[in-house]
């Protein structure tokens, strides 16, 4: 993204990049503080601006509801995380770490941008004056940073999502024929920001907090 001397400038910037990543118009006028006119009147044509009309971004509650969405708004969420606590202006991470995400999942990205947005927003006091429902924590055993409700302890025994999920796989494997084991330790592995460790490391995960 190019640095510009008037502020302005840098958040016409964004606001560009959040339209063309699939922002609604309202979430980017919260995320750069233009107002609709402005955005009517530079990105006139944007068809953005034209057919997704704003509202309210989406509930972070269905998160918990798939293990698949789940996974994506953590793997969203390690690469914001990643840049937020090392500087980077909130604004400006939100679009990078979404388009950082979009283009590791090209073509099967599940997570929007304004639920992207409802993940940050959830976790972290920004944009928002809510009191945060979602807290990040590191799992002790594979090193990933996955999303957890806020009211979940960091000595709760129940491995992290990325742990379930080799847990489940372990489980599959061992379940099926061999030739069809094979086909599915053949097909290409979920792209994990922040995954360190084989799926194997599952058992007798535990978690951390994470500032
Ligand atoms: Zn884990």
Known sequence: ??????PHFRRLDIAREALDLGARRSVVQLITGISEGELRRVFGACPALTTNWGGRPS??????????????????????????????PPD?????????YHGRHAGDARLG????????????RLWTTAAPSLRPLRCNACGALF????????????????CKVAKRLARHDRGLSNDVSDRVRSSPPFQLAGMTASRTSAMGASSTPVQ
């Not at 390690?78 to 937020?84: C, M, Q, T």
């Not at 941008?113 to 972290?124: E, L, N």
């Open 113 to 124: 941008f304004d639920r992207a947005f409802s993940v940050v927003t959830s976790v972290c």
């Open 92 to 100: 400006e991470a939100m679009v990078a770490a979404y388009r950082h």
């Open 147 to 162: 999303l957890a409700p806020i009211g979940t302890s960091e000595h709760d025994e129940t491995p992290c999502t990325y």
């Open 59 to 88: 509930s972070v509650e269905k998160l918990f509801q798939g293990r698949q969405i789940h996974l994506h708004a953590s793997d969203f969420y390690n690469g914001f995380h990643h840049l937020f606590h090392r500087g980077v």
């Open 1 to 6: 993204m190019p640095h510009h001397t008037y």
